[in-house]
């Protein structure tokens, strides 16, 4: 089981440190908040098929107001490798991979 709480201080995503530098989202630009808010959505594909890339609760990155305005307020850091790993390339493979494990009923053969 995933914790509840985020040490706002470490990668939101993974929670842990490493060499790779952290990004924060409050510096995203303006322009570039589509992709916060792609990200967003993402997380909650991969929770809804059940394919998170790794033990996340995306409950702990929202205060109730929406992941996107919860990392900005938080001043949320993550790092780009933990990011990549919640593209749209990814959620249309994970999906792929769901379907093609999709148990059929005799009915359906």
Request: proline share 3%; net charge positive.
């Amino acid at each position: 089981m995933t914790s509840l709480t985020t040490n706002w201080s470490h990668c939101c995503f993974c929670q842990t440190t490493k060499k790779e530098t952290l990004r924060f989202a409050r510096n995203v630009q303006d322009h570039h908040k589509h992709h916060l808010e792609e990200l967003a959505t993402n997380i909650a594909h991969f929770e809804s098929i059940a394919a998170l890339p790794f033990p996340l609760n995306p409950k702990r990155l929202n205060n109730g107001k929406r992941i996107v305005q919860t990392l900005i307020e938080n001043n949320a850091c993550y790092h780009v490798a933990c990011k990549l790993l919640f593209t749209n390339y990814k959620v249309e493979r994970a999906k792929s991979k769901c379907d093609s494990l999709k148990i059929y009923t005799w009915d359906e053969i």
